[in-house]
C-alpha cells in the first residue's frame, strides 16, 4: 500500500498569513506514460464533507480560491494558501490515486488564531 | 448540479447486515465511476470500494474484502454498499463520491450516513 504522510498535524496561522502543508508518499506518484502525479487535495470544514480543492497536484477545481496553490512532485508535495481566510478553518488531506488501495494521509487540521 | 444523497446507515449489532445506497442526480450516472469512502469519528478518511462504470470492475480495501459488496443500478442512478459480517471498526460515516475521470480523484461527495455496529 502507499502510505501517505502528512505534516505538520495542526497549524495555527492568522488571517492574511501564507500556510503550507506537506504531503509525501511512500512511493513515486509520478505516472511516466503521461507525465501525471496522481495527488488530490480536499478540504473538510466542521461538519461538512469533503471538497476536493486540487487534482493531479496543482490543477486547482472550477471555482477553488486562487489563494490555495498544489505543487511538487514524484513523493513531495506541498498545499500553500498563500493568504489565509478565516473561512479555510478546515482539515485538510491529501490522497494518492495512484494505486489501489487508495489512501489518504491523516490531515492537516488549520486553525485560525 | 451534481447531487448524492446517502440512505441506510443505522445502529446495528456486530456481525449484523445493512445495505447503504446513494441516489445520483444532475449527472449522467452511467458515465463515471464510483465509490465508498468512509471515516471514523473523529478519524481522518478511509476509500473503501470503487465501481467502474458498468459495474463489472469492483476494487476494495483489504478489511472489508469479503464482507461487503459495491454494486450499482445505472437505471436508477443508484450505487450501493451491501455489508455483511459488520464489525465495531466499520463505525464510521458512510460517504458516496464520484470519481473523476477514470478512478481519479473524489470530485463530488454527499452529504454521509452514519453507521453505528454496536451490541
Known amino acids: 500500500d502507499i502510505v501517505m504522510t502528512q505534516t505538520p498535524s495542526s497549524q495555527a496561522v492568522s488571517a492574511g498569513e501564507k500556510v503550507t502543508m506537506s504531503c509525501k508518499s511512500s512511493q513515486s506518484l509520478l505516472y511516466s506514460e503521461n507525465k501525471k502525479n496522481y495527488l488530490a487535495w480536499y478540504q473538510q470544514k466542521p461538519g461538512q464533507s469533503p471538497k476536493l480543492l486540487i487534482s493531479w497536484a496543482s490543477t486547482r477545481e472550477s471555482g477553488v480560491p486562487d489563494r490555495f496553490i498544489g505543487s511538487g512532485s514524484g513523493t513531495d508535495f506541498t498545499l500553500t494558501i498563500s493568504s489565509v481566510q478565516a473561512e479555510d478553518l478546515a482539515v485538510y488531506y491529501c490522497?494518492?490515486?495512484?494505486?489501489?488501495?487508495?489512501?489518504f494521509g491523516s490531515g492537516t487540521k488549520l486553525e485560525i488564531k | 448540479e451534481v447531487q448524492l444523497v446517502e440512505s441506510g446507515g443505522g445502529l446495528v449489532q456486530p456481525g449484523r447486515s445493512l445495505k447503504l445506497s446513494c441516489a445520483a442526480s444532475?449527472?449522467?450516472?452511467?458515465?463515471?465511476?464510483m465509490a465508498w469512502v468512509r471515516q471514523a469519528p473523529t478519524k481522518g478518511l478511509e476509500w473503501v470500494a470503487s465501481?467502474?462504470?458498468?459495474?463489472?470492475?469492483?476494487y476494495y480495501r483489504d478489511s472489508v474484502k469479503g464482507r461487503f459488496t459495491i454494486s450499482r443500478d445505472n437505471a436508477k442512478s443508484t450505487l450501493y454498499l451491501q455489508m455483511d459480517s459488520l464489525r465495531s471498526e466499520d463505525t464510521a460515516t458512510y460517504y458516496c463520491?464520484?470519481?473523476?475521470?477514470?478512478?481519479?480523484?473524489?470530485?463530488?461527495w454527499g452529504q454521509g450516513t452514519l453507521v453505528t455496529v454496536s451490541s
Open positions: 463520491a464520484r470519481h473523476g475521470g477514470r478512478f481519479g480523484p473524489f470530485a463530488y
Open positions: 490522497e494518492q490515486y495512484y494505486d489501489t488501495p487508495l489512501t
Open positions: 444532475g449527472f449522467t450516472f452511467s458515465n463515471y465511476d
Open positions: 465501481i467502474s462504470t458498468g459495474g463489472g470492475n469492483t
